[in-house]
């Protein structure tokens, strides 16, 4: 029968056995997928594990601290963090098409990454230890999906599976290769990865910068963040985070409306609110919030967020939209 319990015994088993005393390293994304892969490596062989967590400065507010303290530290797993957000704002500057920003962010996260690598290497050089094996958050359907190629989901380029360099000289551990979604929030809870990101909903590598349309630019950044984090708190508050599946919430940076803020009038930039249900993110429908809820979500932002005038609700289905803007 399957347990929770006997996939982590089984696993661990194999990753001790395939480990040795070999050291381990892992990409860190704040997303359940990872974070679980890591716990469960962690187990299995312990400090020999090294996560590295790349801060491409596209995040949403509270998410590396989240890694950091409730995941990392409760758990006692070291993690490398590097601050990159400098190098990706700047390959970024001057770029507003969508394409164009995933594959310089899955390109500047590839450079982050590898250069974090060789100091983790070199670390245990030193130490006379030998790093041979990376771990990777792989599910089975993202096994499927990168085989198959005819998903609506693939319409945009990803950076999930193979989104590291074919050359890395690490043998690869994957965990998670056999499960699906449900099985590895199971598989996390067991394991004692926090609550909040087991339960985490889907957040797209490239992070806020294909949910700034235009240009991203750390002013931008900054609008988006504070307008996301009283979505996703109003949100939560309603006790609607097992019914959405996710909320992603756009800038339309480029475009200015007039508006009457305070005193005077006001000429500032719509944000989009796109909260969908879905069941595997290939199609999904606009979610029928409760109007006095968006009622509230809207007060909120203008009050808080000066930049933002208006506040839009997305009720499109995917298809034909898809979930992200970009
Ligand atoms: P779309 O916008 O194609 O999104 O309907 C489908 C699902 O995929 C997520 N998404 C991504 N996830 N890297 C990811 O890891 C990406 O580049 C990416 N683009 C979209 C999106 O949030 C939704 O859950």
């Excluded at 988006?224 to 009283?230: P, T």
Aim: hydrophobic share 40%; charged share 25%; glycine share 10%.
């Amino acid at each position: 029968v399957w347990t929770p319990q006997s996939i982590i015994d089984t696993q661990i088993a194999a990753i001790r056995e395939k480990v040795g005393d070999a050291q381990v390293i892992c990409g860190l994304s704040g997303g359940v997928d990872s974070s679980v892969a890591a716990a469960l490596v962690h187990r299995a062989v312990g400090d020999q594990l090294t996560c590295i967590f790349v801060d491409h400065g596209l995040l949403r507010a509270g998410e590396r601290e989240q890694v950091e303290k409730d995941y990392a530290a409760g758990m006692g797993i070291r993690v490398k963090y590097v601050d990159e957000s400098a190098r990706f704002l700047g390959a970024l500057r001057g770029v507003s098409d969508p394409e164009q920003k995933r594959k310089i962010i899955g390109r500047e996260f590839i450079r982050s990454f590898e250069a974090a690598q060789r100091e983790v290497v070199a670390e245990a050089g030193a130490a006379g230890k030998e790093v041979k094996f990376l771990v990777q958050g792989t599910l089975y359907p993202d096994v499927v999906e990168s085989g198959g190629g005819t998903g609506t989901a693939n319409i945009k380029s990803h950076h999930n599976v193979g989104g590291l360099p074919e050359d890395l000289k690490f043998e690869l551990i994957e965990p998670l290769r056999q499960l699906f979604k449900d099985e590895v929030r199971a598989l996390g809870r067991e394991l004692g990865v926090p609550e909040v990101i087991v339960k985490r909903q889907p957040f797209p590598g490239p992070g806020l910068g294909i949910r700034i349309i235009g240009e991203v630019t750390e002013e931008r950044l900054e609008i988006l963040r504070a307008a996301d984090f009283i979505v996703r708190r109003e949100l939560t508050a309603a006790g609607l985070d097992d019914e959405i599946w996710q909320c992603p919430v756009v800038l339309l940076a480029d475009v200015r409306s007039v508006g009457v803020q305070g005193d005077g009038r006001t000429y500032g930039n719509p944000i989009v609110l796109r909260p969908v249900s879905s069941e595997d993110a290939m199609t999904a429908d606009w979610s029928r919030l409760d109007w006095d809820l968006v009622a509230r979500i809207s007060n909120e932002i203008t009050n808080q967020v000066p930049e933002i005038n208006r506040v839009v609700l997305d009720c499109t289905s995917k298809p034909p939209g898809t979930i992200e803007w970009e």
